[in-house]
């Protein structure tokens, strides 16, 4: 028989919770007591029927602690009149706390709405709406309140978040708490005191106002006759943060991007050249760098959905970079070598050359294979020196390698 148990009713008055219903009441003031519950019990017939299995039902709920049952009159032709539940109610939230085993959250609870109504009364909005995440930052909400405040009274402060000087908060604590505490800065802090260009946990200092870990760009030199640094030979691998990349100004031709480090290692030497380690999706560091509007830009990534993506991506910022060994005829050469290429960018990719669009299209709906993948360094290295030195003599076709990068 589906009748209503107790243990149906606390489950009910457990989906309150879990929502955070009955904690977000306490902050509005809006109290949801006495809360009714659904009930289904024994209908006349089940009650005619069956009627001392209903006896026992009546007498399960009623012993229920921390709830008051509505009870409605039922004659039976020969027990007589008796009472029959026909709703269930919790009166309080201390009977809804004391029925869940929630009396201790509700009490911490209490406590950091005070906390936060007395320091900070514009996050009291959040705790109505994340009650349960509050509760997880229980141990840390002093010190996430002490943070805000220091940075109310030192907005934009210029400095590193290691920089400051607050009991039991270092930078490691900040980072770890990235997230609830940004969505407190922008109720808090005033429009200025943001920069809402910068978004994401990534870009958190800056967005308010910290100094940042910098970008950097790592290169090498690939002509033989150019050396960037006293003492250094070319061909040696050097970073720089991005703004002095973007104020070097080498006075080369050509730079070539790669997205593998060993290919950045091992890429052949060529004249007024230059190579870059990509490193994978975003190019910020390379953003601000005006001089490499003036210079050839070849980009070599692999040969797969990612790899077109991510060229996409950098003609963003530079709309005249050229692929290098993305093309079918490399892909085709080093059939042996395809592996495949996990969860692929299914995407329309608007940047792309009309050669490039159509080999990207028949990776993506698999015509050529399933989800292929040709990575940069299982091309041969032969087929690579190839390509670099046709990029300066006439033109040539490169002959399949068998040794490769890997």
């Known amino acids: 028989m589906n009748w209503t148990r107790p243990a149906d009713l606390r489950a009910q008055l457990q989906k309150q919770w879990d929502r955070g219903a009955l904690l977000a009441a306490t902050v509005s003031g809006e109290s949801q007591f006495p809360l009714r519950l659904a009930l289904r019990g024994p209908s006349s017939t089940e009650l005619t029927e069956n009627f001392e299995a209903a006896r026992g039902w009546i007498a399960e709920l009623a012993r229920m602690p ?17 009472a ?17 085993g929630k009396r201790q959250e509700i009490a911490r609870f209490d406590a950091l709405l005070a906390a936060t109504r007395e320091r900070q009364p514009l996050l009291v909005p959040w705790l109505a709406k994340r009650p349960l995440r509050a509760l997880e930052l229980h ?8 943070f805000v405040g220091w940075l109310q009274a030192h907005p934009r402060p210029g400095i590193y978040l290691r920089q400051v000087d607050l009991p039991g908060i270092h930078s490691k604590f900040v980072e770890a708490h990235r997230a609830v505490l940004a969505e407190w800065l922008d109720l808090v802090m005033p429009a200025e005191a943001i920069d809402g260009e910068c978004s994401g946990l990534s870009q958190f200092a800056s967005r308010y106002g910290f100094l940042d870990k910098p970008l950097r760009v790592r290169f090498r ?22 703004r002095s990349f973007s104020r070097l100004d080498p006075g080369i031709s050509r730079v070539f991007i790669t997205e593998n480090e060993i290919n950045f290692l091992a890429f052949p030497a060529i004249a007024d050249s230059m190579v870059i380690f990509g490193g994978g999706y975003g ?12 210079c050839q830009l070849h980009y070599w990534g692999d040969i797969d959905t990612h790899g077109f ?8 910022l530079f709309a005249h970079v050229e692929s290098f060994l993305m093309d079918r005829a490399t892909l085709m050469a080093f059939r042996a070598q395809w592996s495949t290429e996990g969860s692929q960018m299914l995407r329309d990719l608007t940047r792309l050359r009309p050669d490039e669009q159509a080999l990207y299209d028949d990776l993506r709906d698999n015509r050529i294979g399933r989800q292929i993948r040709l990575e940069q360094e299982r091309i041969g290295f032969g087929w690579v020196e190839a390509a670099v030195q046709g990029l300066t003599d006439p033109p040539m076709q490169p002959a399949a390698h068998s040794a490769s990068l890997s």
């Open 66 to 82: 921390h709830c008051r049952l509505e009870m409605r009159e039922f004659r039976h032709r020969v027990f007589g009149a008796n």
């Open 139 to 146: 141990d840390e909400w002093g010190r996430l309140l002490d």
């Open 84 to 100: 029959v539940p026909s709703a269930a109610w919790i009166d309080t939230l201390d009977d809804a706390a004391a029925l869940l």
């Open 309 to 316: 993506a991510i060229l996409d991506q950098l003609r963003h």
């Open 283 to 294: 190019f910020g560091m390379l953003a601000d760098v005006a001089w490499l509007r003036g």
């Open 221 to 242: 030199m690939l002509d033989n006759a150019m050396a960037m640094l006293p003492g250094m030979g070319a061909g040696s691998d050097i970073a720089l943060d991005a």
